[in-house]
T-cell receptor
Framework: NAGVTQTPKFQVLKTGQSMTLQCAQDMNHEYMSWYRQDPGMGLRLIHYSVGAGITDQGEVPNGYNVSRSTTEDFPLRLLSAAPSQTSVYFC????????????FGNGTRLTVT | GQQVMQIPQYQHVQEGEDFTTYCNSSTTLSNIQWYKQRPGGHPVFLIQLVKSGEVKKQKRLTFQFGEAKKNSSLHITATQTTDVGTYFCAGAGGSQGNLIFGKGTKLSVKP
């Protein structure tokens, strides 16, 4: 099993550009989420989804959009990149239920200049 | 909103010394999970604690969940260089039980 696959691994954007970070999982997990990790800030939840067609905001949703058209895929869109969005982004998935551990992808390191 | 505080932020130890990181929540948790992130890697699930006062061990790692289910700790006995990384606690919160992560404790081990 591939688990959670994120692409790309690295990306450099200029301010104002748009891009989509891809996330796919092959474990048939209902729950998928996006976190960003900044030095000294831990992991902060951006958006999450509990199933196809259902998305909701996390702690830091501004500047990001998501959609969930299939169980497998949960892309994260930056419509107009800003330097404050320079970060490492992790996608994670799990089965629905409070006792389920998160499975993380390898991350995307994004730099916005 | 719910907050999960974790201390210390950094810990430098000599190989063979013990290490402990502490996690405190502003609200009662249904469960707490611990993750380890190696340098340059992604968080990897270590363990989950569910019951009040629960203690679990994984070789040299001991995890505890407080009686009030608002705090937790991870203790590593006789650290090794392979223990290097950042350790995160995460508590379930929010309407969907989203995990709220502490800021992590970065452990470095000097051989």
């Amino acid at each position: 099993n591939a688990g959670v696959t994120q692409t790309p691994k690295f990306q450099v954007l200029k301010t104002g550009q748009s891009m989509t970070l891809q996330c796919a999982q092959d474990m048939n997990h209902e729950y998928m989420s996006w976190y960003r990790q900044d030095p000294g800030m831990g992991l902060r939840l951006i958006h999450y989804s509990v199933g196809a067609g259902i998305t909701d905001q996390g702690e830091v949703p501004n500047g990001y959009n998501v959609s969930r058209s299939t169980t497998e895929d949960f892309p994260l869109r930056l419509l107009s990149a800003a330097p404050s969005q320079t970060s490492v982004y992790f996608c994670a998935s799990t089965r629905v239920g409070v006792n389920s551990p998160l499975h993380f992808g390898n991350g995307t390191r994004l730099t916005v200049t | 909103g719910q907050q999960v505080m974790q201390i210390p932020q950094y810990q430098h130890v000599q190989e063979g010394e013990d290490f402990t990181t502490y996690c405190n929540s502003s609200t009662t948790l249904s469960n707490i999970q611990w993750y380890k992130q190696r340098p340059g890697g992604h968080p990897v699930f270590l363990i989950q604690l569910v019951k009040s006062g629960e203690v679990k061990k994984q070789k040299r790692l001991t995890f505890q969940f407080g009686e009030a289910k608002k705090n937790s700790s991870l203790h590593i006995t006789a650290t090794q260089t392979t223990d290097v990384g950042t350790y995160f606690c995460a508590g379930a919160g929010g309407s969907q039980g989203n995990l709220i992560f502490g800021k992590g404790t970065k452990l470095s081990v000097k051989p």
